[in-house]
């Protein structure tokens, strides 16, 4: 079973022509191409920014299932809707603009299925948030505390209301400004504003025992 | 437009504390605020905590994806068959 899948996984793999693979093409060249229906020219262009969006949505999601099939129907939909990109913005910009859409209407739909369960049964589905963290220095007990409080910041942010985790996210994680994430979720830059105040008010009440 | 006299309380400070922190106000509101901020205890602990927070959140590490995790999704993704969805 195993032994199928990594063949079929090694076939799907589409190798890119000579020409572009000995070529480091500038962006605006892959787009065109890929835009002319060149394949392999949008295979390369996304296989620039893919471990990016599948970061994008996992933290996002804390959840690896649900991060792959945000990153498939992403590239899907840039696939699909190449030929409308204006390049108004960077291919990224406008990649994870995708990415953020899908991923916030799968939270939605998370949240409506969760509160469905959560009639009949108590479900919390937040305690098995993966723990990925690096290393990132060499003495033990930094490495510890600092997972401590690595983990306790990401369960904290997943229990959240969503509406406030979304601006939460896009503002203090990945550090857009209060204008893109109001363009993003289509709210008005008070409204980010204020979702921003309360979503940290509710993290400080969380992250009280260890944040003072 | 004649200046409205405003009066800097904790109520206010809260108002104004996502640009505060951005810092991102005009001089002089800022100055305002941060002459609250210096009298009083209870808003310059709760600037002092939204720092913190904020700080811990932009260190969220990056969660660092497994090759075989964008091989497996492309397995489901050729691109040809993207073409006839």
Redesign the interface.
Known sequence: MLEK?ID??KK???KPKEELKSLPLPESELIKRAKNGN?EA??MLISRY??KI??LA??LLNN?EDA?EV??ET??RA??FLKKFQERSSFYTWLYRIAVNVALRKLKKRAKEEKVLSLDQNVTGYEDI?Q???DETQNPEVIYERKK??EA??KA?AEIPENYRSV?FLR??E?LS?KEVAEILKLSVAAV?SR??RG?LF??EK?KHL?? | MKKKRIEYNCEVF?EY???YLDEDLPAELSIELEKHRMVCRECAR?VK??R???Y??????????EES????????????R?KR?
């Open positions: 899948r079929e996984t799907s793999l589409i394949d949008f295979e893919e471990k599948y970061n996992y933290r690896e792959a990153l498939q590239l899907i696939y699909r993966p990925e963290i690096p409080i690595q910041v990401r942010l939460i203090d994680v550090g209060n504003k921003l105040h940290r993290l400080k992250l944040i003072n | 809260q504390l996502v640009d709760l905590t939204l913190r927070i904020i811990e959140l932009k260190k969220l590490s990056y969660y660092e994806t995790v964008v091989a497996r999704i492309h397995t489901s993704l050729k691109i040809k993207w969805k």
